[in-house]
């Protein structure tokens, strides 16, 4: 639990990632941890990405809004091209 609490603070410090693919690098904005689940997936196992609220569940734009193929074709990556992006800004810090 602590592992988690931890990666999930090191997620919240690189702000929105779907923010910064767009160019807007700002920390300050809270992000709520997404958990990209398929098939079933349980969420303890799902990989994770930090999304601001707008980005996660708020609006027509949202991945809770879009499902995952429509949050894909709206904004030209999928969650797991985010997940790559967060994985590659954590392994660099």
Known sequence: ???EK????KLARLGCILCRQNGIIDTDTPVEIHHIRRYGQPRKTANTIP????HHRLGNTSV???GHKGFQKYWGWSEEDLHEKVEKLLNDN
Do not use: V
Not at 6 to 9: D, L, S
Not at 51 to 54: A, H, I, R
């Open 1 to 3: 639990m602590a592992n």
């Open 6 to 9: 931890e990666h999930y603070a």
């Open 51 to 54: 999304l601001c609220m707008w």
């Open 64 to 66: 809770h809004s879009l």
